[in-house]
Each structure stands twice: as C-alpha cells, then as structure tokens.
C-alpha cells in the first residue's frame, strides 16, 4: 500500500462553521506534511509532523489546527475560516523523520481537499 | 524566498524532447534534488531524484553538473499527457533542525499536437 488518502475530496463550509480534514498513510512513515495550495500557485508548506510531534508551523493562523493522533493519521481542524482560505489542501509524507540529514526521501502526496468557504 | 528557479512555463509538441533546468545555487552539501509532476486537482507526483551527475529512470533523466547548482530535468519524446507542472526540490532545514521541503514556482509544460 503506497497510497496516501484524504477525505473528503471537496468541502464547501461557512465561515462560522467547524470542519476537519483526514489524511491516513499505512506505510509506517514517520513525517507527515500538510500545504496549502492556491490555484496556480506552487504548494505552501503549513506544517510538518515528526513521530506524531509538530515539528514546524509555518506561522499558520490559529484557526487552521493541525491534529496527528496516531503514526498513521493527520487531521487538520478548521474554525471560522475566510474566503481566502479557499485552496486545496494536501497531505504527504515519507518515509525518514525529516530531522535534518540527507534529503533523498520522497515526499507521498495525497490527492487533495478542495475547499471552498463562502 | 524559494530555494530554486525555474522557468515559469515552456511549449512543446508531441513527440519532442523536453529539458527544464532548475537553480539551486545555494544547495547544501548533503541536499539531493527531486523533480515532482503535478496535474490539476492532484497531489504532486515523484518524477526522479538525483544527488550527482546523471540519473535514468523509466520516465525521465536528470542531468546534475558537477559543482551541483543546477539540473536539468528530461522528458523522452512528450506527449499530450505530460501537459503539467514540474517541480524542483532541494531540501531547506528549518530553525528546529527539520526538513522543510518548499516548492519552488514550477514550470508549467504545455505539450501540443
């Protein structure tokens, strides 16, 4: 199993609405990445998981809240979210802890939420 | 600010070879480079990884010159499915020690009949 999925594919919310984002890998990786990404725009990295531990934040507002409850899963929670929020959000991972070192792991991307907040 | 430049977009037509160079002037001594595809509405997909010199795989070659600051990804006789954005990639430590992984601008590849 190489695949990386996220649920759901789209979502449309509100912006007083609560909604959360699912991401799941079963090939033991230990880092896992969440990125924003606008529509022809190159993915922004938001934040990066190591052994279940936030290891960055990208200077990420507080009302996009990064979740991983276990090696195999990474949520993103959102809350009172801006129409500028709208974008697709992509989750990957690899299979090295991403502290430092040689950068010769390859990233596992999922196929996205496409979000749209009215 | 990004790590590498590529060229915002290039032409081609079906059955040509393709070559989209990347800068990496400031690449660390233990950074590799990889090159990702990306369709619309998808996740970015591994195309090749390269650390020096040449690498082959079954879809594409990357050339790496030997002080490193470039590569040059190539795409065998295209087709209209290789229409995409490519990526190149070096890594970037962030403040606490880990790999950040920032994408650069890509290139947007239109391949023409």
């Known amino acids: 199993d190489t695949e990386v999925t996220q649920t759901p594919k789209h979502l449309v919310m509100g912006m007083t609405n609560k909604k959360s984002l699912k991401c799941e890998q079963h090939m033991g990786h230990r880092a896992m990445y969440w990125y924003k990404q606008k529509a022809k725009k190159p993915p922004e990295l938001m934040f990066v998981y190591s052994y279940e531990k936030l290891s960055i934040n990208e200077s990420v507002p507080s009302r996009f809240s990064p979740e991983c409850p276990n090696s195999s899963l990474l949520n993103l929670h959102l809350h009172a979210l801006q129409p500028e929020d709208s974008a697709l959000y992509l989750c990957?991972?690899?299979?090295?802890?991403?502290?430092?070192?040689?950068?010769?792991?390859?990233?596992?991307f999922g196929s996205g939420t496409q979000l749209s907040v009215l | 600010l990004a790590k590498t430049t590529q060229p915002i977009s290039m032409d081609s037509y079906e059955g040509q070879e393709v070559n989209i160079t990347c800068s990496h002037n400031n690449i660390a001594t233990n950074d590799y480079i990889t090159w990702y595809q990306q369709f619309p509405s998808q996740g970015p997909r591994f195309i090749i990884q390269?650390?020096?010199t040449k690498v082959t795989n079954e879809v594409a070659s990357l050339f790496i010159p030997a002080d490193r600051k470039s590569s040059t990804l190539s795409l065998p006789r295209v087709s209209l499915s290789d229409t995409a954005v490519y990526y190149c990639l070096v890594g970037d430590i962030g403040v606490t020690g880990f790999q950040k992984l920032v994408f650069g601008t890509g290139t947007r590849l239109l391949v023409s009949p």
């Open positions: 990957a991972s690899r299979k090295g802890d991403g502290i430092g070192g040689a950068t010769n792991e390859k990233l596992f």
């Open positions: 390269g650390y020096k």
